[in-house]
């Protein structure tokens, strides 16, 4: 294959991968529009005060700690289970992004970030607790979010149950701070770093 094809094809497939994600988003505008559900909680529809944001901005920042221990927990001591992960991962995931740019990476967790979290937090966590209400709705949206978080990232079971801890964790973070954009950037920031790591790493294989 000519360099020029090579790198059509690797931006051809950031593009897909972007407008898939971002075009997540747009879904969830679409289906709080027709449900009545503002799928960004914590932003105003008619504007944004950023200033009004930064406390989110950094709590968001914090919150990628932990999932970025857990990341790397699970990549120095895969056992069992995950260690069949990290093999699916290294077929299925790496090859995908593996001649990506830095900036592609970059938008592709930007509009992973937002999009998903519009989706899956937003409009289906966010407004399945309003629409069940107290005392036991936020509970019970937070769990069904999660689950349909984790079968909508069903690489492998184990995958699927990884991802369905992942939303709890971001959905908690909605719950806590009432604001999307503090999992939005977590998740992004997470998948920046991870994608990075597993394509950009070393021996050039591994996350």
Known sequence: MSA??????????????????GGLGLLALALG????????????????????????????????????????????????PLADLQRDVERLVIPLFRECSIVELA??????????????????????????GPPWGAWIALGVASVVFGLAHMLSVTYAILATVIGLYLGLLLIWNENLLVPAIAHGLYDFVALCYLVRGSDGSRV
């Open 107 to 132: 938008l592709l967790s930007l509009a992973a970030g937002v999009g998903e979290e519009m989706l899956f937090r937003g409009l289906f966590q966010h407004g399945l607790a309003e629409w069940l």
């Open 4 to 21: 020029e094809n090579e790198i059509g094809r690797r931006g051809n497939m950031a593009a897909m991968a972007v407008g898939f994600e």
């Open 33 to 80: 529009w027709l449900l009545g559900v503002w799928p960004i909680p914590g932003i105003e529809r008619t504007g944004i005060a950023w200033e009004a944001q930064f406390p989110a901005l950094l709590w968001g920042l914090a919150a990628t700690g932990p999932m970025l221990l857990g990341f790397w927990m699970m990549e120095r001591f895969p056992w069992g």
